[in-house]
């Protein structure tokens, strides 16, 4: 931008969200969005609920063999939805 004063748009509603502390929730709620690309339908349609608490997302299944399998590739979850979001917003997945 030529002026100093100015900014994008997307900077402006950037620093709304961070002044009024909201940025934590819309990250949180794409996060949550996240989770069908990220695991895929199949995955998806058998996830019954998800909320994130404490950089922890909590992860309820309607299969337990399909919770056991998920246990195993934890990591690798946790790598593509902090990715997909752009930071760390989760450090661990509790499957329930």
Same mark, same amino acid.
């Given at each position: ?20 502390g909201?940025?934590?929730?819309? !990250? ?12 895929g ?7 019954? !609920? ?11 299944? !309607? ?29 661990n997945?509790?499957?329930?």
């Amino acid at each position: 931008m030529n002026n100093k004063n100015e900014m994008s748009l997307g900077e402006a509603i950037e620093a709304v969200l961070k002044q009024y502390g909201l940025q934590d929730k819309v !990250d949180g709620a794409r996060l949550i969005q996240a989770w069908e690309p990220v695991v895929g339908q199949m995955i998806a349609s058998h996830t019954t !609920d998800l909320y994130l608490k404490n950089k922890t997302l909590f992860v309820y299944l !309607d299969s337990d063999a399909l919770r056991h399998e998920l246990s195993f590739a934890k990591s690798l979850i946790i790598s593509k939805l902090n990715a997909e979001v752009g930071k760390e917003m989760i450090d661990n997945i509790v499957f329930s």
